[in-house]
């Protein structure tokens, strides 16, 4: 400050010397320095990520939720595909021939409208010259009586539908749960760095605590060594919880759906989380809106239903047919014009054992869904019960271990004070030391396992 003043004089002017000017660009940099660290900081800060933001990063972005919303489009095109079987038909179509045949050349005639008293001859009968004809004809056909097979087409197809955004629910939730461990992870991450360098501090302090009671004569050079030994261990462990948050980081943002290079600061702690509900509610809850288990349902009344269709074809069918000829020696001609209507009746009563194939086949497919629809429902019981036990065992821990961190500390504060006064060894420093890091690192797995255990019982009872 003092070399500052002297770049003024007493009027507060500033003096234009070679050596202010020195110290004005000095000032000018340390002040620029200092805004581009406030950006940065602020820039990173900005950068924070909630957990709620990196569910609905997965959500938009996640490829299996796309290809289910996908299947979901797939499955409304068949229910509008199964109307179709409720509509008419109509087609157009134009055929060219050209034949010397007398049977079909008369009839060529026939249909042009062109016949004359000389083509009854016999001779041009039996020979008559090639004639070419074109035929535009519209046929128009209107289901009438399919044994049903309509009505249970666009019933299966809606039954389809619903299951498909039942699956494209479960797919969502399952990904919102992966989302929350991949978070939760890096939160456990960031804690055990932390808790690797309070080792740290705590190890380089018995090196100094070893090393004044040996140059004091008091210790022999081995607990140095073995100091200097946990230290090198301790370090490797700062090591592994870096690598470990580079990977819990990537991991998070390949289960959001974003480049797993991206960077940020993952906002909140691992915080205890209580249990609500009893298991009966629970279970009884998932049975009512887990969707995989509304999916599969819908399917064993889609595969029932296939067993009917397989029936259908034991009655007869009845169509009603229309159709206009336009028939002509040239191209969209109109020389010879004819319509026909038909009413098609048709009843197949032998048709090899295929239709009793079918009808066999699609019992046998509806007895299987019976029975993984009940195992799908035995397993979401064994689902939430694992979780409410895993939750349940986790709180439990959780108070263990907080006590063990207290203990743990006043443990080693002891056997450091006593080693200062040659009352006890370095081995005991360095089991205090090991009992404090495995408490603290116990503590955390017991929170980071508490909620993972709640997202869990939430996906078993699909309200996640």
């Known amino acids: 400050m003092e070399y500052v003043r002297k770049c003024f004089n007493d009027d507060g002017i500033a003096i234009k010397t070679t050596s202010c000017k020195i110290t004005w660009f000095t000032l000018y940099v340390l002040l620029m ?43 409304d095109a068949g229910v509008l595909k199964s109307a179709s079987g409720f509509l008419p038909k109509v087609t157009v179509s ?140 301790v370090r490797e462990m700062m090591t592994r919880s870096e690598n470990g948050m580079k990977l819990a980081s990537a991991g998070l943002n390949f289960a959001m759906g974003v480049s797993q290079g991206s960077e940020y600061e993952v906002s909140g702690d691992l915080l205890k989380q209580e249990q609500t509900g009893d298991i009966t509610t629970l279970i009884t809850e998932a049975t009512a809106k887990r969707p995989d288990l509304q999916s599969m349902n819908l399917n064993r009344l889609n595969a029932d239903k296939s067993v009917t269709m397989a029936r259908t074809d034991y009655l007869p069918s009845l169509n009603l047919m229309g159709q206009v000829d336009w028939n002509s020696e040239n191209p969209a001609g109109s020389e010879g014009k004819s319509w026909a209507m038909m009413a098609v009746l048709q009843w197949n009563l032998f048709d090899g054992l295929v239709t009793k194939s079918n009808v066999k086949e699609a019992t046998a497919m509806s007895s299987r869904m019976r029975s993984l629809d009940d195992q799908t429902r035995e397993a979401i019981q064994f689902q939430v019960r694992q979780a409410y036990y895993n939750s349940t065992a986790s709180l439990d821990r959780i108070a263990a271990s907080t006590s063990s961190i207290q203990e743990a500390e006043e443990g080693l504060r002891i056997v450091q004070k006593r080693y200062e006064t040659g009352m006890t060894t370095f081995v005991d420093v360095l089991g205090a030391e090991s009992s404090l890091i495995r408490a603290r690192t116990n503590a955390l797995q017991a929170l980071y396992d508490n909620n993972i255990a709640q997202a869990e019982l939430k996906l078993a009872v699909g309200t996640l």
């Open 33 to 75: 320095l200092a805004l581009t660290f406030l950006v940065a900081e602020y820039s990173y800060a900005a950068e924070s990520l909630s957990l709620e933001q990196a569910i609905d990063a997965a959500v938009r972005n996640n490829n299996g939720l796309k290809a289910a919303d996908a299947q979901v489009e797939a499955t």
């Open 94 to 233: 134009e055929t060219w021939s050209r034949t010397d045949s007398p049977l079909m050349a008369l009839g060529t005639k026939l249909n042009q409208e062109i016949v004359t008293p000389a083509d009854f001859n016999p001779a041009v009968m039996n020979n008559p010259g090639a004639i070419s004809n074109y035929n535009t004809r519209l046929v128009v056909m209107q289901p009438i009586f399919n044994g049903g097979k309509e009505y249970l087409g666009r019933t299966q197809a809606k039954l389809a539908r619903d299951a498909s955004i039942q699956d494209r629910e479960r797919t969502r939730q399952e990904t919102v749960y992966n989302v929350i461990k991949a978070y939760y992870s890096l939160l456990l991450a960031r804690e055990y760095h932390k808790v690797a360098l309070q080792s740290l501090e705590t190890s380089m302090a018995n090196v100094k605590l070893a090393e004044a009671r040996y140059k004091a004569g008091a210790v022999l050079q081995s607990d140095l060594l073995r100091a200097k030994v946990q230290l090198a261990e």
